[in-house]
């Protein structure tokens, strides 16, 4: 199994409140991302980032940003949480070499908004 | 834009059988990727299978196999001999090269003994 890990794995946390997910990896892979998991929608991509400081929206970013200051950690930050923003959270990676495109993900944080 | 799929929202099969799922997607590349993703009851999503678009040859992992149409732009992935830790969620995704993943919306497979 890929090296990678999410803190917390639950979280319940009060509407208009900071919320920061961690995604940690040993892989010591480039790509990083950040996607949430609704029931009938199934992944959607929230933001991703393809080296230290380099980070780029995915389909739903509003409401949350990212950051990437170390190759293996990948932070995603709602800073003021939203009911609607009740969701699972899943950290991937990806190496992106040698045509290894496939995503390898995290075991996923369930963040409640109440 | 590319959209991936899944047209059956939950199918059974009996243990032992062969099951396929469907998955089709849409897209104006020649050079792409495609997988099936596995996502049990714990939650975790596992890489099952992968499919190179240039490459003409089913790719095949133990029970699991696909049948890749890139004229018809189909992605069907089948279990033979379905065993009861197959009962999972299982999603169809598509990925340009150097490009984001967009997966489809999932098909519950149950797995009766």
């Known amino acids: 199994d890929a090296g990678i890990t999410q803190s917390p794995r639950h979280k319940v946390t009060e509407t208009g409140t900071p919320v920061t997910l961690r995604c940690h990896q040993t892989?010591?892979?480039?790509?990083m991302y950040w996607y949430r998991q609704d029931p009938g929608h199934g992944l959607r991509l929230i933001h991703y980032?393809?080296?230290?400081?380099?980070?780029d929206k995915g389909e739903v970013s509003d409401g949350y940003s990212v950051s990437r200051s170390k190759t293996e950690d990948f932070l995603l930050t709602l800073e003021s949480a939203t009911s609607s923003q009740t969701s699972v959270y899943f950290c991937?990676?990806?190496?992106?070499?040698?045509?290894?495109?496939?995503?390898?993900f995290g075991p996923g944080t369930r963040l409640t908004v109440t | 834009a590319q959209t991936v799929t899944q047209s059956q929202p939950e199918m059974s099969v009996q243990e032992a059988e062969t099951v396929t799922l469907s998955c089709t997607y849409d897209?104006?590349?020649?050079?792409?990727?495609l997988f099936w993703y596995k996502q049990p009851p714990s939650r975790q999503m596992i890489l099952v299978i992968r499919?190179?678009?240039?490459?003409?040859q089913n790719a095949t992992e133990n029970r699991f196999s696909v049948n890749f149409q890139k004229a018809a732009k189909s992605f069907s992935l089948k279990i033979s001999d379905s065993q009861l830790g197959d009962a999972a969620m299982y999603f169809c995704?598509?990925?340009?090269?150097?490009?984001?993943?967009?997966f489809g919306k999932g098909t519950r497979l149950h797995i009766l003994p």
């Open positions: 991937a990676i990806s190496d992106g070499v040698a045509g290894a495109y496939e995503q390898y």
């Open positions: 995704a598509y990925m340009n090269r150097d490009d984001k993943i967009i």
């Open positions: 892989e010591n892979h480039r790509y």
């Open positions: 897209t104006s590349e020649s050079d792409y990727y």
């Open positions: 499919q190179e678009a240039y490459k003409q």
């Open positions: 980032s393809y080296g230290v400081k380099d980070t």
